[in-house]
């Protein structure tokens, strides 16, 4: 296992995806990031000696883990994928379940070191292509583990009572990092696009957005003259834009043909130090009862280069520290000859906190933007000072991404209950699962402010109509004429409850047949804040403004608490009832068939959970760079150096009532109760025993998720407006002028035609984040052939026939937003983006017979079977069909729609390409621009389309030595990618990009060789 993530091993069983990581440091986010018979990443719960290791998180919106245990002290590893007992639940697809080893009466242990060189590692495949070397990469991971009895002389012996297990395990990472920047070169700096050109070689053609103006042969449309000479003049460029441009380096690269895009190349390195420890007691008070305790805890520091040297590099963080813990009590005794009492009470937490290189973990510590010549009073009213984001179009961002401040400390307390009794051929199990979940977290957007300069407002001359040459999102920053907001948010401390009772009933019917059915009542409570900070909204109330201003207008912010009558915006579902049902019977001596159904409420989303806390409570303000909000005519009320002349509009809070967050974007609470989402899977197996020591299963497998994440914008123009074509656009007399802060687009004197025509015009928008409305269906040939060990060998190999198609959220962190218009949610349905139809999974152990107790060499002296004896190869071989291409957009998106995407059109031609290169991924000609106001017709995934294949084999070879009774050394020797084949990521989806078709980025890593050294007493 490449970085020895024991959660990996999920991927050897069939129906299990794991995303693609390249053996970096697994953390609380990444650790479990895997799929499970179609379901959604990462909601497959993870039970460590039978306490939950997860917990609830808002940042990501997915379970974090609270332990990442070493593999060193891993006793037992188990993934279940269907149809497991009604004592587990709140999982969306699986059950990790795993044991930590315990202390014996005999003194044992281990020590290890593995160590990574890059010097024994092969070159990424665009590194090599770009005649970049090899970056330096060095990793050892290192420790020991010790068990054994807890004796005292003289005053305690624990020999057949106490036992003890403690482990620690070490990593130190050197890594250097390369980084690929598109930085302005010398004449971009001083306003001269002379020599700026696209991808083919034609110049980019910069049009003064102050000479905008209506075109006379042309109602409702207008005209922009280019600058002559292609060249800015020094008095029009802006103050900010000169000094923020001395943040960037220059170039030290030529970089692509044309366009110089990552004409900056830079190396450097950083460390990422990790400890974990694990210490485990084992009390038997006497037969009858026994208990113990376990505690883990990991620290990592996370840290990333400052490649630049100064504060607006836009990596992160300085450094980002994190601190995972899991405790685990457990009580059992024996009630008789028949009952069995379990009792379990577990803690998980998971915090940390980053900032990065231009802030402080003190508010007042870090970068104020005066410096760059912002106003003073965006330091005065920032929640963090920091450099702000700047983003530019076709150019590497100033600052830091938003997001990238956050502190975290989220914490999970479960207890378990469980008796067990044996009656008959009746196995009972009756329990209690409960759980309470305190997530405190803050992640503050931009406090200092994001400034976004695209092409658009440079295009011409029609700024309207983007054209391939129009526009460059440079020429658009040094004239300061850009789009931009400040952001205020709070940091909520949340909690919620979790309740579950569970019977069991394993009913051994005869002989052959056995049947096991359980029910399982869940109880998924709301989220509360300590202090009510939560808001959601009422879509269907007659908002207080709908008399005054004579407007038929919909919506109402609710608060939790007050006179909602509730902590929670939403009111709980009380019960979800889980059946189980499982038959298993055996048709002679060497086959067994297999079947199961059961209902699977997974764990919520906690965004969806949660409710919102923006708005009210948190909020932005935005910069209004355009005279009356037309997106195109330059307003000298509000230059880049004073991009908020109208102050700021702070969260009111609860007291703003119903009309809470005008002009802001409002969201968390809509359906009318909260129920979470769920699973019903079933299955059907047969099992037969092979000679050899073999086995042999072919199942099918099935998963339909119902009330599954997705992200809806309910506050989108409906579809059929948009044949209104420009009239939308045109400025009208605001009604809410007056009434909606100034500070907003939506308190100008004038707003677009297309906001007032919206379903609640009031609001910029309306959002369900990770809402329960989508579903998804899977089906499975799954295949399994086992051979366990005997004469040296063990062998297993696994296949999967499969087909997802969903209109959910793949992922709830990285593949969240998929959808393009709440209209037409049918048009989202497609495969999935993670759809894999074949997957085939081998592994092998073949100890050589050769030396003193095998098949060859039993008579060996001591010298050569010390040399000659006792290896073992090993090997992992995975192949599997690439993922279909996903996230397909527009580089100038027409659609107008207010409030939804636009993805381009498909020319009828096939995306499919005979000379597929990385250069050209698929046909770019079977894509076109949509038309302005319409959405596009291509679809959510191509799944004719697919990256590349996943080849992949990793071999290892071990070499055992006994130099005494009762001691083992190991030495390994790994290779991951042993045959260095890349895997390629996802090419460019975004028509009208440079890289659009284009393959940049390898998604494993290459050829990378591990040495390690164990000794086992």
Not at 39 to 63: C, F, K, R, W
Not at 330 to 353: A, H, K, P, Q
Not at 525 to 535: C, L, M, Q, S
């Amino acid at each position: 296992m490449n970085g020895r993530n024991v959660y990996s091993l999920a991927g050897l069983v069939p129906g299990v995806f794991l995303v693609r990581q390249t053996g970096g440091v697994a953390d609380t986010f990444t650790a479990n990031r895997f799929i499970v018979n179609g379901g959604q990443e990462s909601t497959s719960d993870i039970v460590l000696d039978g306490v939950t290791a997860t917990v609830s998180h808002n940042i990501t919106n997915i379970p974090a883990v609270s332990a990442i245990p070493s593999v060193e002290g891993i006793q037992e590893f188990r993934i279940q994928t269907n149809a497991f007992a009604a004592e587990y639940g709140r999982s969306g697809g699986g059950l990790v379940t795993l044991v930590t080893k315990s202390g014996t009466n005999v003194l044992h242990g281990s020590l290890f070191e593995f160590l990574r060189n890059s010097k024994l590692d092969a070159n990424n495949f665009f590194a090599n292509r770009a005649g970049r070397p090899l970056a330096s990469f060095k990793r050892n991971q290192f420790g020991g583990s010790l068990g054994g009895p807890i004796s005292i002389p003289k005053l305690y012996n624990g020999k057949d009572k106490t036992f003890f297990f403690v482990l620690y395990e070490g990593q130190r990472i050197r890594a250097a990092s390369i980084a690929q920047h598109t930085v302005p070169s010398d004449l971009e700096r001083a306003g001269d696009f002379s020599q700026t050109y696209t991808t083919n070689g034609q110049m980019r053609l910069i049009y003064n957005p102050f000479t905008t103006r209506p075109d006379p042969s042309r109602p409702g449309r207008f005209l922009r003259d280019a600058f002559p000479s292609n060249r800015i003049p020094q008095s029009m460029i802006s103050p900010v834009a000169l000094k923020s441009q001395a943040f960037y380096p220059q170039p030290n690269s030529p970089g692509l043909p044309f366009t110089h895009q990552n004409n900056l190349v830079l190396q450097d390195a950083y460390p990422q130090p990790q400890d974990r420890v694990e210490f485990k007691i084992d009390h038997n008070f006497n037969d009858r009862r026994r208990m113990f305790g376990r505690y883990t805890f990991m620290d990592s520091v996370y840290s990333k280069p400052n490649f630049w040297g100064n504060l607006a590099d836009p990596g992160c963080c300085d450094p980002m520290n994190q601190r995972l813990q899991n405790l685990a009590l457990d009580y059992t005794e024996n009630i008789g000859s028949t009952m069995v009492l379990n009792l379990r009470y577990g803690l998980g937490r998971v915090s940390g906190n980053r900032v990065p290189w231009s802030a402080s973990f003190k508010r007042e510590d870090g970068f104020k933007v005066a410096e760059i010549g912002l106003p003073t009073y965006i330091d005065n009213i920032s929640d963090h000072r920091v450099f702000p984001t700047i983003t530019i179009q076709d150019m590497t961002q100033l600052g830091p991404n938003g997001g990238d401040i956050y502190f975290m400390g989220d914490t999970s307390h479960s207890m378990i209950v469980n008796l067990s009794r044996v009656q008959g051929r009746h196995s009972m199990k009756y329990g209690i699962d409960a759980r309470f979940n305190y997530v405190n977290y803050g992640q503050l957007g931009t406090p200092s402010g994001t400034f976004a300069f695209n092409r658009d407002k440079t295009q011409g001359p029609d700024p309207r109509t983007p054209t391939a040459v129009g526009g460059a999102g440079y020429a658009s920053f040094l004239l300061g004429f850009g789009t931009g907001n400040i952001t205020h948010q709070i940091r909520p401390a949340n909690y919620n409850r979790y309740f579950a009772f569970y019977v069991q009933d394993d009913f051994k019917v005869n002989s052959k047949l056995t049947v096991n059915a359980g029910f399982r009542w869940d109880f998924e409570g709301g989220v509360t804040e300590r202090f009510d900070r939560i808001t959601g909204i009422d879509p269907y109330a007659r908002n207080p403004l709908a008399d005054p201003l004579h407007m038929d207008l919909k919506g109402i912010a609710l608060f939790a608490g007050g006179s909602l009558g509730r902590r929670q915006v939403r009111p709980v579902v009380p019960t979800q009832v889980n059946p189980r049902l499982g038959i298993a019977y055996q048709l002679n001596d060497k086959t067994v068939i297999r079947t199961g159904y059961g209902i699977f409420f997974g764990l919520p989303s906690y965004a969806a959970s949660s409710g919102y806390t923006g708005g009210a409570f948190s909020g932005s303000t935005t910069w209004i760079s355009t005279v009356d909000s037309d997106g195109i005519t330059p307003s000298s009320a509000a230059p880049w150096t004073n991009p908020f002349p109208n102050g700021f509009t702070l969260p009111p809070g609860s007291a703003a009532g119903p009309n809470a967050a005008l002009g802001q974007a409002l969201g968390g609470g809509w359906e009318p109760s909260l129920r979470p989402m769920y699973n019903q899977q079933w299955n059907f197996t047969i099992q037969r025993s092979l000679p050899g020591n073999a086995v042999w299963e072919i199942a099918y497998a099935g998963n339909k998720g119902t009330r599954l994440s997705q992200t809806f914008q309910f506050n989108q123009l409906d579809p059929a407006l948009l044949t209104m074509g420009d009239r939308l656009l045109q400025q009208t007399p605001n009604p809410f002028h007056g009434i909606i802060s100034p500070a907003f687009a939506l308190g100008a004197p004038t707003v677009q035609l297309g906001n007032l025509l919206r379903p609640y015009p009031q609001y910029s928008g309306v959002s369900a984040t990770n809402a329960g409305w989508a579903n998804s269906n899977y089906h499975a040939l799954q295949s399994r052939f086992e051979k366990r060990f005997s004469m040296g060998l063990s062998f297993l190999a696994s296949y999967t026939f499969s087909k997802t198609i969903t209109d959910a959220a793949d992922g709830l962190w990285n593949r969240a937003d998929l959808i393009r218009s709440y209209y037409c949610r049918a048009c989202e349905r497609a495969v999935s983006s993670y759809d894999q139809p074949h997957r085939f999974v081998a592994n092998s152990t073949y100890e050589l017979p050769f030396g003193k107790g095998k098949a060859l060499g039993s008579g060996w002296n001591r010298t050569l079977n010390a040399i000659a004896g006792n290896w073992q190869v090993n090997g992992i071989l995975t192949l599997s069909q690439g993922l279909p291409l996903f996230n397909f957009g527009v580089a100038n998106d027409t659609c107008f729609c207010f409030g939804g995407s636009q993805r381009p059109n498909a020319t009828g031609a096939s995306p499919r390409t005979t000379d597929q290169t990385i250069d050209k991924w698929f046909n770019t000609d079977a894509f076109s621009q949509p038309a302005p106001f319409t959405f596009g017709n291509v679809g959510r995934t191509a799944s004719g389309v697919r990256q590349s294949a996943a080849h992949n084999l990793d071999l290892s070879v071990f070499k055992s030595f006994h130099p005494v009774e009762r001691m083992r050394i190991e030495f390994r020797a790994e290779a991951f990618n042993a045959t260095n084949t890349p895997i390629f990521g996802l090419p460019g989806t975004v028509l009208g990009s440079p890289t659009f078709g284009v393959v940049t980025s390898q998604e494993n890593g290459p050829r990378q060789v591990q040495l390690g050294l164990k000794i086992l007493f």
